[in-house]
C-alpha cells in the first residue's frame, strides 16, 4: 500500500525515523541490512549486518565489525559501500550509498566496547582467529579460540558511512513511486 506521506521533506523524515528505530528495535526489517563493498580484485562483495546507529542530522550510519574481517581490508582499499534495506512493512527500499571512515580505536571504541564486552556479542570480537581463517574442520570452530592473554585485547572496530545519498522505493498497487536524494537535493525518478 502506498504510504501517505506525500511531500519530500515528510518522506525524508520517515526514513530517518525508520533507520534510527532499526537500531533499537530488534524485530525492524530494516535492522539486517545488505551491506556491499568493492574488493581489491573489483569485484562485489555483500553480507549482511547490524545496523547500529543513526544520526539523521550527521547523515551517518554506523556498523560494528572486527576489525580483522575482509571487509575492513575493502573498505581501506575502497573507502565507500552501499547499504541495502528492504521492509515489507512498508513496502520500502533503501540502497544507502555512502563513503566510510572505520576506528580501530580511540574514545567512541573505548565507548561501545565498554557496552559490547558486557553483552553476550562480546565473544565475537574476542577470538583469537581472524574471521575467514581456515579451520581444519566444522569441529574446530565448536568453541571459538578466544584469545589467551589474561585481559585479551577485543578487535572490535566501527565502521561508519557518511551517507552521499540515499534511493528510496516504494512498491504500491497503486503504482510505486522512487526518488533519490541528498542532503540539499530531490529527484523523482521512473520506479
Ligand atoms: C543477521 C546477520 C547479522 C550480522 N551482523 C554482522 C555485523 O553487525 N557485523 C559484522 O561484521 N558481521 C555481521 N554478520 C556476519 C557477516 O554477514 C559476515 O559473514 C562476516 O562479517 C564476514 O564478512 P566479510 O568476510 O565480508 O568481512 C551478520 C550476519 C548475519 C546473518
Not at 4 to 15: A, G, K, N, V
Not at 101 to 120: F, N, T
Request: charged fraction near 25%; aromatic fraction near 6%.
Amino acid at each position: 500500500m502506498k504510504t501517505s506521506l506525500q511531500t519530500e521533506p515528510e518522506i525524508r523524515q520517515r526514513i530517518w525515523m525508520e533507520l534510527q528505530r532499526a537500531t533499537q528495535d530488534r524485530h525492524h526489517e530494516w535492522r539486517t541490512p545488505v551491506l556491499a563493498t568493492v574488493s581489491a580484485d573489483g569485484l562485489p562483495q555483500a553480507r549482511s549486518v547490524v545496523l547500529r546507529h543513526a544520526d539523521a542530522k550527521l547523515a551517518t550510519l554506523q556498523i560494528y565489525t572486527d576489525g580483522r574481517s575482509p571487509k575492513v581490508a575493502e573498505l581501506a582499499f575502497k573507502p565507500a559501500l552501499m547499504l541495502a534495506f528492504w521492509s515489507k512493512r512498508l513496502n520500502w527500499q533503501l540502497r544507502v550509498k555512502a563513503s566510510v571512515s572505520v576506528q580501530h580505536s580511540g574514545p567512541e571504541v573505548d565507548a561501545v566496547w565498554a557496552r559490547v564486552s558486557q553483552s553476550h556479542a562480546a565473544g565475537d570480537y574476542l577470538s583469537a582467529r581472524a574471521p575467514g581463517d581456515l579451520l581444519q574442520s566444522a569441529a574446530d570452530d565448536a568453541e571459538p579460540a578466544l584469545a589467551s592473554s589474561p585481559s585479551p585485547s577485543h578487535n572490535l572496530a566501527i565502521i561508519t558511512a557518511q551517507v552521499q545519498s540515499i534511493d528510496w522505493l516504494e512498491l504500491s498497487r497503486e503504482g510505486h513511486r522512487r526518488a533519490v536524494f541528498q542532503a540539499e537535493a530531490w529527484e523523482w525518478r521512473v520506479a
